[in-house]
């Protein structure tokens, strides 16, 4: 048979709950071992734990889907960038399929029309000032938002998560949308609720029973209010289409919609991150300050140039999104024909999970890779330097499209906030909590901060 199944363990069901079967390959057709269990549910440390005893190529079920997970750079990097056309389509029957019609970049399968799609996506972002100044000056007006409100808490301790995800999602919003909306509209309320609320559904237990068990999806269970709030967010989209676009409304809707999911969470977690880190690490906030007033002496604001002057603060970014590891099992790619990898044949179809947490602390190249150390991108002479290995955007042809958009924003929304105010971890916070939430993209626990104007500032 091509499995040879036997239950492994049967694990909890419902709270935390997961059908986790051991499997394995066939060793005459791959020489290689399957095990199952659901990506959301194990976790990337089992999943770690699973390349210890299975390789760094093995298998695993989705429900009764085949998928191969790859850990540690060279399998992903031989997958993802060397076999590209073989290892970047989309699997086409998960819940986020379903909700959001995979007629836009993210989700849409390896095809021309993606091709065109993902094209278009570059070309807007372009256009609408990416590598000009224009973006930066936008990026750089919505931190002075960030600084006002910032200012009406001094000295209080506030949560900074809604005020990261509503900065996040106001930046993509100026490309997106003609008209604009403060954080207290409706509006502005309505649409970040939404996407907080349907990714929830998504990356939770709900989203792996649908994704599991085909026979549940038509019941009236809770994974159907994602269905219900994105078909209102469609019922409110009105078209800018002119005639001859090659583009329907249907596939700029979305559009708008790709860009906003995949734009938002990532960034709002990963400057949680940074703040969470600074105020537990205040040592390097300091360090950070000192090179920044250093570097920008005289200037009344910092540009995206400037990094190049700023090797600890970039070292610090670099290492924080090591640290945040936001989408750890990357987007699940699919293999588009009968393929092979290091030995192993995959089918047409197989589902591919690119495990990018395993790069982030892989034996041999970082130097300290088990804890916060901005040294880990810092050469002997203090200079800035970037390890190939360090792909929390993935790689290849899916790689992230907005990855130049995300590093000018946590560039300057951390630069221009380190400069004016100091951070610190409030005394009734108890301890900080490090690990992250784990989900498709993983979360800091919700933690509060106190703000004080700098001496300089
Ligand atoms: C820190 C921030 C971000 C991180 C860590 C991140 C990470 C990722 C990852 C891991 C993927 C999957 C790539 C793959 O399938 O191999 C992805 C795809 C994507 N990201 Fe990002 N992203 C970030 C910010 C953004 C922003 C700001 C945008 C907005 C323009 C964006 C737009 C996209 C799009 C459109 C795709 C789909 C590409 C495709 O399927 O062809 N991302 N991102």
Same mark, same amino acid.
Request: proline share 5%.
């Given at each position: 048979?091509?499995y040879?199944?036997?239950?492994?363990?049967?694990?909890?069901?419902?709270?935390?709950?997961?059908?986790?079967?051991?499997?394995?390959?066939?060793?005459?057709?791959?020489?290689?071992?399957?095990?199952?269990?659901?990506?959301?549910?194990?976790?990337?440390?089992?999943?770690?734990?699973?390349?210890?005893?299975?390789?760094?190529?093995?298998?695993?079920?989705?429900?009764?889907?085949?998928?191969?997970?790859? $850990?540690?750079?060279?399998?992903?990097?031989?997958?993802?960038?060397?076999?590209?056309?073989?290892?970047?389509?989309?699997?086409?029957?998960?819940?986020?399929?379903?909700?959001?019609?995979?007629?836009?970049?993210?989700?849409?399968?390896?095809?021309?029309?993606?091709?065109?799609?993902r094209?278009?996506?570059?070309?807007?972002?372009?256009?609408y000032?990416?590598?000009?100044?224009?973006?930066?000056?936008?990026?750089?007006?919505?931190?002075?938002?960030?600084?006002?409100?910032?200012?009406?808490?001094?000295?209080?301790?506030?949560?900074?998560?809604?005020?990261?995800?509503?900065?996040?999602?106001?930046?993509?919003?100026?490309?997106?949308?003609?008209?604009?909306?403060?954080?207290?509209?409706?509006?502005?309320?309505f649409?970040?609720?939404?996407?907080?609320?349907?990714?929830?559904?998504?990356?939770?237990?709900?989203?792996?029973?649908?994704?599991?068990?085909?026979?549940l999806?038509?019941?009236?269970?809770?994974?159907?209010?994602?269905?219900?709030?994105?078909?209102?967010?469609s019922?409110? %989209?009105?078209?800018?289409?002119?005639?001859?676009?090659?583009?329907?409304?249907?596939?700029?809707?979305?559009?708008?919609?790709?860009? $906003?999911?995949?734009?938002?969470?990532?960034?709002?977690?990963?400057?949680?991150?940074?703040?969470?880190?600074?105020?537990?690490?205040?040592?390097?906030?300091?360090?950070?300050?000192?090179?920044?007033?250093?570097?920008?002496?005289?200037?009344?604001?910092?540009?995206?140039?400037?990094? $190049?002057?700023?090797?600890?603060?970039?070292?610090?970014?670099h290492?924080v999104?090591?640290?945040?590891?936001?989408?750890?099992?990357?987007?699940?790619?699919?293999?588009?024909?009968?393929?092979?990898?290091?030995?192993?044949?995959?089918? %047409?179809?197989?589902?591919?999970?690119?495990?990018?947490?395993?790069?982030?602390?892989?034996?041999?190249?970082?130097?300290?890779?088990?804890?916060?150390?901005?040294?880990?991108?810092?050469?002997?002479?203090g200079?800035f330097?970037?390890?190939?290995?360090?792909?929390?955007?993935?790689?290849?042809?899916?790689?992230?499209?907005?990855?130049?958009?995300?590093?000018?924003?946590?560039?300057?929304i951390?630069?221009?906030?380190?400069?004016?105010?100091?951070?610190?971890?409030?005394?009734?916070?108890?301890?900080?909590?490090?690990?992250?939430?784990?989900?498709?993209?993983?979360?800091?626990?919700?933690?509060?901060m106190?703000?004080?104007?700098?001496?300089?500032?």
């Open positions: 048979p091509f040879r199944v036997h239950v492994y363990s049967l694990t909890l069901l419902f709270n935390y709950s997961i059908f986790y079967f051991g499997t394995e390959f066939n060793t005459d057709i791959s020489g290689g071992h399957i095990c199952s269990g659901y990506s959301h549910f194990i976790g990337t440390g089992e999943f770690g734990n699973l390349s210890k005893q299975y390789g760094n190529v093995h298998s695993l079920f989705i429900g009764s889907r085949p998928a191969v997970v790859l $850990h540690g750079f060279k399998a992903i990097k031989e997958a993802l960038v060397n076999k590209g056309n073989d290892f970047s389509g989309r699997a086409q029957d998960l819940m986020v399929n379903h909700a959001i019609h995979p007629i836009g970049v993210v989700l849409a399968d390896y095809s021309s029309s993606w091709r065109e799609r094209r278009f996506g570059l070309m807007t972002l372009r256009n000032g990416l590598g000009k100044d224009s973006m930066e000056q936008r990026i750089l007006g919505e931190v002075n938002t960030l600084i006002k409100l910032m200012e009406q808490s001094l000295g209080t301790s506030i949560s900074p998560q809604l005020i990261f995800h509503s900065a996040a999602s106001y930046i993509i919003s100026q490309i997106l949308f003609a008209q604009q909306y403060d954080y207290e509209h409706d509006f502005t309320k649409f970040v609720g939404v996407f907080l609320e349907v990714s929830k559904i998504f990356n939770g237990r709900w989203g792996m029973l649908y994704d599991s068990f085909p026979v999806r038509n019941l009236p269970l809770p994974f159907r209010r994602a269905f219900t709030l994105l078909q209102i967010l019922e409110n %989209k009105t078209t800018r289409v002119g005639d001859g676009s090659s583009f329907s409304e249907d596939n700029l809707y979305s559009l708008l919609l790709d860009f $906003h999911f995949a734009g938002t969470d990532t960034t709002a977690n990963t400057l949680l991150t940074c703040f969470l880190y600074l105020m537990s690490y205040p040592e390097v906030q300091e360090r950070c300050q000192k090179e920044i007033d250093e570097v920008l002496d005289g200037k009344d604001q910092v540009s995206f140039e400037d990094r $190049h002057e700023m090797h600890y603060p970039q070292a610090v970014l290492e999104q090591r640290m945040a590891d936001v989408a750890p099992l990357s987007v699940f790619h699919k293999v588009t024909r009968d393929t092979e990898l290091m030995g192993f044949s995959i089918p %047409k179809g197989t589902i591919i999970i690119p495990n990018l947490s395993s790069t982030l602390t892989e034996d041999g190249y970082w130097k300290d890779p088990h804890h916060f150390n901005p040294d880990n991108f810092l050469n002997d002479e200079q330097i970037k390890p190939e290995n360090l792909i929390p955007f993935s790689a290849g042809p899916r790689t992230c499209l907005g990855e130049n958009l995300a590093r000018m924003e946590l560039f300057l951390a630069v221009t906030l380190l400069r004016r105010f100091r951070f610190i971890w409030p005394e009734d916070g108890g301890t900080p909590d490090l690990t992250p939430q784990f989900g498709t993209i993983q979360t800091p626990k919700p933690y509060r106190k703000v004080q104007l700098r001496p300089t500032a």
